[in-house]
């Protein structure tokens, strides 16, 4: 069955510290992979995907995410860290016609 | 863990009937649900924001009269598609917002396909 986790259920960085969230995920084929961020009150934002090509995905606000196929991994990470990105990180991997999200990572970001 | 159950999986009906999809939260309650849409090879698209015991909010282009949406207790959400034509064939997925802890739960979707 097709499955995605993320083993960090909540991280502390430092503002300033660099950041990688995990995600692996159970499929088959090669899935569609994203990464959403939902900050308080708000609805889900999308940080950036992968369908194919470039492993090495961009996203917005400086965030970056690489698809390791060998390891059914796409990893969120970004090189320094801001207040204004604590929130819930969600990995989300999208096949034909299902969605599966994991379960999320809490952010915590210290001045 | 929390669980969301959403219902049905998949629903496959004639243009110009109605479909409703439910959303429960099985094993806590959830004060906040949202309802998103997605297209093939797209991302998912926020369609409405349903608060338990007031009217939902919609996002813009989202037709309200088109998906209506009820929120009649802490852990029941539902979506009507309305008078369903070949365009709103979609994956249309829920999500739930633990009151106890504010974390969020999706439910597995419902593929519609309206013939």
């Known amino acids: 069955a097709q499955s995605v986790t993320q083993p960090d259920i909540h991280i502390t960085v430092s503002e300033g510290a660099s950041l990688e969230l995990r995600c692996n995920y159970s499929y088959g084929a090669t899935p569609y992979l994203f990464w959403y961020v939902q900050s308080p009150g708000q609805g889900l934002q999308l940080l950036l995907k992968?369908?194919?090509?470039?492993?090495l995905v961009q996203g917005i606000k400086g965030f970056e995410a690489e698809f390791k196929r060998s390891q059914s991994s796409f990893n969120l990470r970004k090189p320094s860290v801001h207040w204004s990105d604590a929130a819930e990180y969600f990995c989300?991997?999208?096949?034909?016609?299902?969605?599966?999200f994991g379960t999320g990572t809490s952010l915590t970001v210290i001045p | 863990g929390a669980v969301v159950s959403q219902h049905p999986s998949w629903v496959i009906c004639k243009s110009g009937t109605s479909v409703k999809i439910e959303c429960r939260s099985l094993d806590f309650q959830a004060t906040t649900m949202f309802w998103y849409r997605q297209f093939p090879k797209q991302s998912l698209m926020l369609m409405a924001t349903s608060n338990e015991g007031s009217k939902a909010t919609y996002e813009q282009g989202v037709e309200k009269d088109k998906f209506l949406i009820n929120h009649a207790s802490l852990t029941l959400s539902t979506l009507t598609v309305t008078s369903a034509h070949p365009e709103d064939s979609s994956f249309y997925i829920c999500s739930a917002r633990s009151v106890n802890d504010e974390k969020l739960f999706f439910g597995s979707g419902t593929q519609l396909s309206v013939l």
């Open positions: 989300a991997v999208g096949t034909g016609n299902q969605f599966y």
């Open positions: 992968y369908f194919s090509g470039d492993t």
